[in-house]
């Protein structure tokens, strides 16, 4: 028999199905929370140099 749970993502401990998000405690939540901010702040700042580029090139092309 399979067992019904799933893992808290943040440390891996088993933890009911029903919680979302996915975590064990509120400690793990806000360390879910604190990574999930600094990725949207990583791809943010990854995007600025494609921008700058399709602006450039879109300027390049005009002239
Ligand atoms: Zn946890």
Known sequence: M?????????CGLPISPEKDPP???KKCEF???RKERRERIFWGLAMVP???L?????FLGKT
């Open 2 to 10: 399979v067992e019904k749970h799933r893992h808290c993502i943040v």
């Open 23 to 25: 975590v064990c405690s």
């Open 31 to 33: 360390l879910l929370r």
């Open 50 to 52: 494609l921008i700058v």
């Open 54 to 58: 399709m602006v450039l090139l879109l």
